[in-house]
DNA sequence: GTGAAAGCGCTAACAC
DNA sequence: GTGTTAGCGCTTTCAC
């Protein structure tokens, strides 16, 4: 059967709060005894027991990770750093998918906070800061990811949206560009939300007619990009915006499928997943706007650990540079400025 | 504070053991009581604590899936699969992500297995079938994904890797090819093992040459692609078969830059990353091999799930089938055979 | 330098 | 149809 401190407590001949100091390093425990404590458990096999553990503790070493989609590989390289910081300081990471659907991710965050998770880490989809807020049990650690409210209620580490976006703009006006399209991600999101304001913004500052038209919105799924890409098309675009890595490159594809030249017959700025070797090919005919994904995890990573530590930490909100890389700049090779 | 299942009793009128029972609907409880238990519940907010819960019950709802490379789209396509699998059945999933490292895997295992999780899946990167075997406590319930050993003592969930390789070989010897080379993965891997093996017997059996140059070895990370290839074309291979998603894209983004021209200047046959639309514009010129990578997440999720409720189940070995694409079968539109 | 013992919040006999 | 209560395995206060 099971192997417990008292067992181990027992065989060494000492009580089991001996055995649980020694375990945990948690008071002095003389040379002897402590030999005799390890002793004893290596020849019982003894592995103290996470969920006593954690039931007598309170604390789970654990985090939850609400995700909007897992094999969307912005999330998956973050996801890919979020552990890597977890696991260095001993802590496990539980994921939930709420593919983009509020109702998974409502339920999602009650499972999560009832006692499975000391902290959470949130890439939302919920809209509603009131909604969202009352999932929150009272002091719950949460680090709000890549996506926010208005509200600034909890700490978050997000990406700047309103920049590149803004950059992306002027720099197809100043190319001659009249009709600039863009093709957002989920409306009711705030990454989109602030994209699509700084591309309005932008639109204005250049003088350019800001066309509602020019205007679309898809879903960062495969194949969500084409129907926004033939109605941009319909509307005589001689440039457009693509907000999303999948979306971008299905944007390329696309494209190339119905002979429509970058660069030349449309210019175009797409939002570009981390590391995916595939833009390389098209990195002299557009210009490319790459988040900093595996540094918004790490970041969002320490963040939740610090919170978890320290719940009464003030609010923390971190914004990160996307670099921009534009791509007829004279003898650049790689210029990745922020 | 935080409110528990006494409280609720108190405030219903009821006994501790009622609360239990009517939460959990494990015995009779009259509407009457039913709706006092209800009452109290909501007034006072309660939610039971699920780490109190899985001390008791021994029973975590958590399933654990050790994973060589999150941020590899196969593998992230496949937590999600497991993923949706575990939350229609109310289990959660822990990551743990080993890139590749044995060392990292048996201290994942370690902790995971210390009262974290019911169960575990492993897409293990360990090659020794001992060493992998004295990690798992006796009766732990287990299922391999993947990957397997040798020693048939855990159930598994793999995909055929000889059939897709063998049939690669034919396919290319008879289009005339004679030199054909082939970059694996990690050479420990039984993956790979299983492919070269399937490449070397049918290159015997199509009468051809079997160089040991012509085998090469990538890590099936970014870049590792274009060394073997470099390798390769020095052998003045006519064709090339590479094993792994994100090689094959690098493969075909160097061959590209190089000058090379698919199904002319060389044959190709990669594996495919699913759902990766970047691989649609060599469809032509390419044979393609798809893992059913959503099935196999689907099914290590059930196959886990049932050895949880079941650890005495038979061992079972299941093994999945990718689909074939050749590029040039007259009138082939998607020819996705088996 | 070490031990005794009280619980953490819940479930599940067992009792009535 | 409901209540009493003994623990699950561990940590930690208090005592010596």
Redesign the pocket.
Known sequence: ?????????RMA????????????K?????E???DKVFKAISELG????????S????KKKTIGFIVPDISNKFFATMIESVEQCFSQEGYHLIIANTKEDMDREETNIRLLTA?LVDGLLVASTIDDFARFDELIPAGFPVVLVDRTFETKKYSSVCVSNFQPIYRSVCRLAGKGDRRIGIIGGLPRLSTTKERISAYQQAMADCGLEADQNLIRYGNSMENSASKCLDELLEEHCDAMIVCQGLMASDTIMYLHKKGVQLGKDIDLVSFEDYDSSFYQLYANQMDSIVQPVEELGRSAGEQILRRVREPEAPIFEKVLTSSYRPYNIPGAQNPSDR
Chains 1, 2 share one sequence.
Not at 1 to 9: G, L, P
Request: positive net charge.
């Open positions: 059967m099971k192997v417990t401190i008292s067992d181990v407590a001949g000492v009580s089991t709060a001996t055995v649980s100091h020694t375990i945990n948690t008071r002095y425990v003389s002897d005894t402590r003894y592995t103290p027991d996470a969920s006593a553990r039931f007598r503790t309170g006692g």
